[in-house]
C-alpha cells in the first residue's frame, strides 16, 4: 500500500508512536509518506541544527518526511500561541498536501489536540482517500489552557474528525465510549493499545550505580518515574509511604510543576522514606527499573483519565517490572486482568498505604512472577509488532473497502 502518515510530532522529537509505525510500516514493504513539521518538542525551540523552510524533504528507501513551517510558540506559550501553532501547521501541511500525498491509498493521523485542524483540511483537500485516525487524546480543554472560546474550536474540529473517519483506533477501551459520545460511529472504533519504544525499554540487570541511587537498608522500594505533575497526584502516594517509613522507600525519579508542593509535603510529614532522583535519560530508565522492586502508575480521579493507559505502564511492563497502580478505569482493570502487580482507587492514600505494606510483604520470587505475567501480557496485546499488526489490518480494511465502495 501507498500509506500517507499525517503527525504534528515526529522523530527526532520524543514520537516514538508515528515515528515507529512508519519505520515498521516501510519494513513491511509498504510505501510511507509522512507529513509534519519541524521538531521543536519539548523545548519550544526548534533543534539545532534545523532551521524551517518549505522545501525539506529526506527519503529513506520506502519512507519519505515531508516537513513544513509552523509558528513555534517559545517558553511556556500562551493559549494563543499554541492555537497558532496548531493552525499554522494546518495551513501550512495543507498547501503541500496535494502534491505530497497525491496517489496514497490511505491516510492515517497521529490524533492529538494538536492535529484537530490539520485532521479536518488535509483530508479534505487529498479527496476520496479513506482515513484512520488513532487517537490519543479526546479531551482538549488542557491544549485550550481553560480558555472556552477556543477549547469550543478544538472540540468542533474533533468532532468533524471523528465523524469524517473511515476508521478510529482508540488507545485504551474506555477512550471508545468517550470517542463514540464525540460523535464516532461505534461500528467504526477499534482498540489499538500503545506500545512503548522497544529498543530502550527491555528487561535489565541493574549496576551498581543504580543500586547505589535507588537502594537503601534492603528495604522495598517503589520508585515513580515521569512526570511530577497535577494529573499523577503524588501527594496521596507520599501520604501513604510516610505511614511505613520503617518497611520501605518511596523513590520519585523525574520532576515536574507539583515537585514543589510534593517536596513540602514529604518534609512536612518527616517522611523520610521518601526520596528524590532528578530526571533522568530514558536510556537510564531500564537500569533504575531493575533496581527498584516495583514501579509505581499514579492518576487521579479524573473523567478524563479513566480512559487512558499512561505510557509509563507499558515502559514497566515491557521491562518486567512488577507495579503498584494508584488509579482507575482501564489502567487498574489491565493489570489486574494480566495479574501484573497490585491496584487500589486513585486519591486514597489509606487504600495506596495498604497495598505498600502488601508490596513490601510478596516475596522476592512472587514478584518475579508479577514481572514475567506482566511482559507477556504487553508481548502479547501491546508490543509494536502487535500494535502494527493491527493498524496494518485497519489500513488495509479500509483502503480495501474505499476501492471496492
Known amino acids: 500500500m501507498k500509506i500517507g502518515i499525517l503527525s504534528y510530532h515526529f522523530p527526532p522529537e520524543p514520537a516514538f508512536i508515528p515515528g515507529s509505525l512508519a519505520e515498521e510500516l516501510a519494513a513491511r514493504g509498504h510505501e510511507v509518506r509522512v507529513l509534519t513539521g519541524f521538531p521543536d518538542y519539548p523545548g519550544g525551540q526548534v533543534y539545532p541544527g534545523w532551521r524551517q523552510r518549505w522545501r525539506h524533504r529526506t527519503r529513506d528507501d520506502r519512507l519519505s518526511v515531508r516537513r513544513v513551517p509552523k509558528y513555534v510558540a517559545t517558553g511556556e506559550p500562551s493559549t494563543g500561541a499554541r492555537m497558532a501553532s496548531y493552525l499554522t501547521f494546518a495551513g501550512s501541511a495543507a498547501l503541500v498536501a496535494r502534491r505530497f500525498l497525491a496517489g496514497i491509498d490511505v491516510l492515517y493521523v497521529f490524533q492529538l489536540p494538536a492535529t484537530s485542524f490539520a485532521a479536518v483540511s488535509v483530508p479534505r483537500l487529498i479527496g476520496r482517500v479513506p482515513t484512520v485516525l488513532h487517537v ?132 512536612e510529614l518527616r517522611a523520610e522514606n521518601v526520596r528524590f532522583v532528578e530526571r533522568r535519560s530514558p536510556l537510564d530508565m531500564p537500569d533504575l527499573y531493575a533496581a527498584a522492586d516495583y514501579q509505581l502508575v499514579m492518576l487521579r480521579d479524573l473523567p478524563e483519565l479513566r480512559g487512558t493507559v499512561p505510557g509509563k505502564l507499558q515502559a514497566a511492563l515491557s521491562c518486567a517490572a512488577p507495579v503498584v497502580v494508584s488509579a482507575g478505569g482501564d489502567t487498574a482493570e489491565l493489570v489486574e486482568r494480566t495479574r501484573a502487580g497490585l491496584s487500589c482507587q486513585p486519591e486514597d492514600w489509606a487504600s495506596l ?53
Open 136 to 267: 490519543q487524546d479526546v479531551w482538549p480543554e488542557d491544549a485550550a489552557g481553560g480558555d472556552g472560546r477556543w477549547t469550543a474550536r478544538l472540540t468542533a474540529a474533533m468532532t468533524r474528525a471523528f465523524r469524517a473517519a473511515d476508521r478510529i483506533a482508540v488507545v485504551a477501551p474506555s477512550m471508545r465510549d468517550l470517542v463514540v459520545a464525540a460523535g464516532a460511529d461505534p461500528e467504526r472504533v477499534s482498540v489499538v493499545l500503545n506500545w512503548t519504544d522497544e529498543r530502550i525499554f527491555q528487561p535489565a540487570r541493574p549496576s551498581a550505580e543504580a543500586n547505589r541511587l535507588v537502594r537503601r537498608d534492603g528495604r522495598c522500594v517503589v520508585m515513580h518515574a515521569g512526570t511530577i505533575g497535577a494529573r499523577q497526584g503524588l501527594e496521596t502516594a507520599v501520604r501513604a509511604a510516610a505511614e511505613l517509613d520503617r518497611s520501605m522507600d518511596l523513590v520519585l525519579v523525574g520532576s515536574g510543576a507539583d515537585e514543589p508542593r510534593v517536596r513540602g509535603l514529604a518534609a
Open 353 to 405: 498505604a495498604d497495598r505498600f505494606w502488601l508490596a513490601a510483604t510478596i516475596p522476592p520470587s512472587a514478584r518475579v512472577d508479577m514481572g514475567r505475567r506482566g511482559r507477556e501480557a504487553y508481548l502479547r496485546e501491546m508490543s509494536l509488532p502487535a500494535g502494527v499488526d493491527r493498524m496494518e489490518r485497519l489500513l488495509r480494511e479500509v483502503a480495501r473497502n474505499r476501492a471496492t465502495a
